[in-house]
């Protein structure tokens, strides 16, 4: 009898249980109101000491620490921004969705699936302050710490066999702290070639998810599992040091690198046009590649001559044959004044075969105006052979610097040697006592080599690259560096003067075959140059 | 007994159940709410409620300025300007040398850069204000500071003369760049930028004008021309009101509500002046006054000599586009030989005007609008004006706008037909014409342009002050100035309409 009794509780429980669910669920749940309110905010001066104490968590890094800057700015930009970012999102997030549920529907036996409401609140996502890090490489970091405790609401309504379920997404919350760095930098808009982002912790996610109004993450234990799931997979995906990768511009393009040399022969002009009121001209031709910044190569000047032959040749590097161009400049040579042009032409690098010797006789003309009358005038001819040789794959220079990787010594390297490059950089706050016009001298077992001078400047910039070639590693040996300055005018006193030396011990190199450093000189007040040493080894 | 025992139990136990997930439901949600709420309300602190946080602990180094510093940025700028001077260069070289050729002084046939480098020092932002002023519009003030090392040469080919190589060296620009979003509902949701310099505290870009390889006494008066150039470049187009406006995004925006158009007509009549100062080591002053809303658009009165308390009674119509911004600038002048002397100057804001009510004021003499550079306390007399403003309704606003369009198109015209060699040319001509009719200083520009040298100075100097001027007013946006009366005014200057 008790056994029987005891059987009938059990089920007499197990139908009240789910009467009683269902009963609870309409009693207190399924009335449960389920649009997004905006959460009331009263001013924090008003607030008491209690709601304080809660706060005290969430204060930005910029109060705490002196290293983060604060955005607020920002944040204010972002908050007026806001409803028209939200808008914009939405909108765009259904018409990517929509095609993509349509084509998904039959298969999973659904009648329909839509977004019944889909906006991101009025709460926008926060900075909490900015922090950037300095390093000697070309690239930006900077590290936003990044709140977003938004009200969303994303309600999708699914409708199956004649039910119709709903599931609501309300209240998410990400708190990430993400580190941007743009590297490489480079000279053409928007002046990096890539976005890398990952995560320097894991993220804080939390938000509910209500099917039929029941949040589903309110069930003791799920929240943290669901949590922890999610903060696991990004933190598999892009926790540093993963990193999620975004190319903005072509890197080679935009480093604009050497693709090639070009081979230039000035043959001989014909038929030159007299310039020289007395005897003949004085011509002499300019070569220079457009969109270069190298100075042009000149000829010599053939001294009264009509038809000069000169047989000279020149190589130029080029660094994109689809645009660039030859200009030929033949000019009169003058002993005084200025040098009058004698006639130009323009040899676009496009049209030359690679690794072929293509000889050219062009007729010289005013300007490369192809209306302009007097180009009709004849100003004679000029000759040139020229032969475009484009890199091979393997000797183009991968982008060493950008990856930080050290490549390969070039050929002819002894065996256990290497290759030593050094890239003088920039200097700061160098300063001589009569003049400032620095330039580089480095010194590196006995063989010695020179930057380019720079003129009235406390702060130059070199970017020079040398190598030195070396039998065995040179553990035991120093580099010398040493900023000069030499009077522009020539002066009697003080021609030169020393702004400062370093010794660079060679043995930190070989180990870490890569030294990217601002060293601080000796003999200068405050003067520091940033040397990048490289040990190359076959 | 034991089925409804345990159906009574269940039934409770489920609701029960139901309750406590509902509580835990509330008590998590309130937990999301009051959190997303803190969040909210530390991302734009003030110093009281960092205070109340923080009590005496508060930290020395923060600071809350008007413009929030961007020391990041900073260092950013810092680290990318190699690079991003390089990129700019080639941007300038494209976009400034068309505006160099559209506001080219007569005298000068060409104004090409031959070297630009922006040099090695990065511009610094000192501060960032963002407001929001207007809906869907978000206006950024950024305090922008470069005192930089460029090396830009400019090529001048002075009229027939020879090109002279000019270098300008020690650029420094000290401004505030507003930068106005305008929002949208489409991605990137920015549909426009509106880009000026603002007026107050006024733009100050200093820098130094030096002849490579020579002096630049060697051709008069360039140096004065270039200064007017770009002065007038500053003024006419990137200062607040004056302001550019980029459209973004791929959809066609309209950006006419962005653009700079004339919402008004200031009646000025000039009565009279109370006790000038006398400059004239014989005799009085000979004063007359220079008006005008925007500096390119003055007009003026006759001269009277020899009088401290003369008497114009002339009436000008002004043209203003911002109310809100601008002021009508009344000028104090003694008629000279060589320069003219300031006696004073008057500043009248057009908010302080009411719409078509007639005022009558009496304006004090300032030796400056600066009030930094005000020394002395000296009385330097009074104006006294009439002054009426009138709002455009919107058919004269089309109207007016339409108008300055034929304006332009009737320059470009005469451009492309070659007629002009520049579009400064144009009022030239006309100047020249009147300025015949008018008096000696304007036989200088006939003249002074075909000839070499000295006269090429006085020209110069005088098209810096009056035919740059006329170009502004000739030239559109202030559409007023092409009613005859008004033509006739601006280039003559002396013509008073009978009121």
Known sequence: MGFVSMIMGFCGFGVGISSGLVAGYFLFIYFQPSDVKNPTIRPLVEQDSKTLQQLLPEIPFWVKNPDYDRVDWLNKFLEVMWPYLDKAICKTAKNIATPIISEQIPKYKIESLEFEALTLGALPPTFQGMKVYLTEEKELIMEPALKWAGNPNVTVAVKAYGLKATVQVVDLQVFALPRITLKPLVPSFPCFANIFVSLMEKPHVDFGLKLGGADLMSIPGLYGFVQETIKDQVANMYLWPKTLEVQVLDPTKAMKKPVGILHAKVVRALKLKKKDLLGASDPYVKLKLTETKAPSKKTTVKHKNLNPEWNEEFSMVVKDPETQALELLVYDWEQVGKHEKMGMNVVPLKDLPPDESKTLTLPLLKNMDPNDVQNDKVRGQIEVELTYKPFKDEDLPKDFEETGEVQKAPEGTPPGGGALVVTVHEAQDVEGKHHTNPYVRIICKGEERKTKQVKKNRDPRWDEVFTFMMEEPPLKDKLHVEVLSTSTRIGLLHPKETLGYVDISLADVVSNKRINEKFHLIDSKNGRIQIELQWQTS | ?499
């Not at chain 2, 930068?179 to 991605?187: M, V, Y």
């Not at chain 2, 066609?252 to 009646?267: H, Q, R």
């Not at chain 2, 004063?287 to 925007?294: G, K, L, Q, T």
Request: proline fraction near 5%; aromatic fraction near 6%.
């Open chain 2, 1 to 499: 007994m034991g089925l409804i025992s345990g159906m009574v139990m269940g039934i409770l136990f489920g609701i029960a159940l139901m309750a406590g997930w509902k509580r835990m439901m509330h008590r998590r949600s309130d937990k999301r709410v009051s959190k997303a709420a803190d969040v909210k309300q530390v991302s734009a602190l003030n110093r009281d409620d960092l205070k109340k946080i923080c009590g005496d602990n508060l930290p020395e180094w923060i600071s809350f300025p008007v413009f929030e510093q961007v020391k990041w940025l900073n260092k950013h700028l810092n680290k990318l300007w190699p690079f991003l001077a390089d990129a700019a260069e080639a941007v300038i070289r494209d976009s400034v040398e068309p505006t160099l050729e559209e506001y080219r002084p007569p005298g000068i046939s060409s104004l090409k850069f031959s070297t630009l480098s922006l040099g090695t020092v990065a511009p610094k932002i000192e501060g960032i204000r963002v407001q929001s002023l207007k809906e869907g519009q978000i206006t950024m003030d950024i305090d922008f500071r470069w005192g930089g090392d460029p090396d830009i040469v400019l090529a001048v080919e002075a009229a027939r003369i020879a090109s002279i190589p000019i270098q300008l060296k020690d650029l420094q620009v000290f401004t505030v760049i507003r930068a106005i979003f305008q929002l949208s509902d489409e991605i990137p949701c920015i549909s426009a930028v509106v880009v000026a310099l603002m007026a107050e505290p006024k733009p100050r870009i200093d820098y130094t004008l030096k002849a490579v390889g020579g002096s630049l006494t060697a051709l008069p008066g360039v140096s004065d021309m270039i200064d007017d150039t770009v002065n007038s470049i500053i003024t006419d187009t990137l200062q607040w009101p004056h302001r550019i406006v980029v459209p973004l995004g791929g959809t066609d925006v309209d950006t006419s509500d962005l653009e700079l158009k004339p919402v008004g007509k200031a009646t000025v009549t000039i009565v009279k002046a109370n006790e000038l100062k006398n400059m004239e080591l014989l005799g009085k002053s000979d004063p007359y006054v220079s008006v005008h809303i925007r500096p390119l658009f003055k007009v003026k009165t006759k001269v009277v000599d020899n009088n401290l308390n003369p008497i114009w009674n002339e009436t000008f119509d002004l043209i203003a586009e911002c109310k809100e911004t601008q002021s009508i600038i009344f000028e104090v002048f003694d008629e000279d030989i060589g320069e003219d002397k300031r006696l004073g100057v008057a500043k009248l804001p057009l908010v302080e005007l009411e719409s078509r009510r007639y005022k009558q004021m009496e304006l004090k003499l300032l030796p400056s609008l600066d009030m930094l550079k005000i020394k002395d306390k000296k009385d330097r007399g009074s104006l006294s004006i009439e002054v009426t403003y009138h709002e455009f309704s919107k058919e004269e606003q089309l109207k007016a706008l339409e108008e300055e369009k034929r304006m332009i198109e009737e320059r470009h015209k005469l451009k492309d037909e070659g007629v002009l060699d520049s579009t400064m040319d144009a009022v030239d001509e006309t100047a020249s014409g009147v300025g015949a009719a008018v008096g000696a200083g304007a036989g200088h520009v006939g003249g002074g342009f075909a000839a070499v040298g000295n006269s090429l100075q006085k020209a110069g100097k005088f098209m810096g002050r009056t035919i740059a001027a006329h170009t502004g007013g000739g030239n559109k946006k202030s559409s007023g100035s092409t009613t005859p009366i008004n033509s006739i005014q601006e280039n003559g200057g002396a013509k008073p309409r009978p009121t």
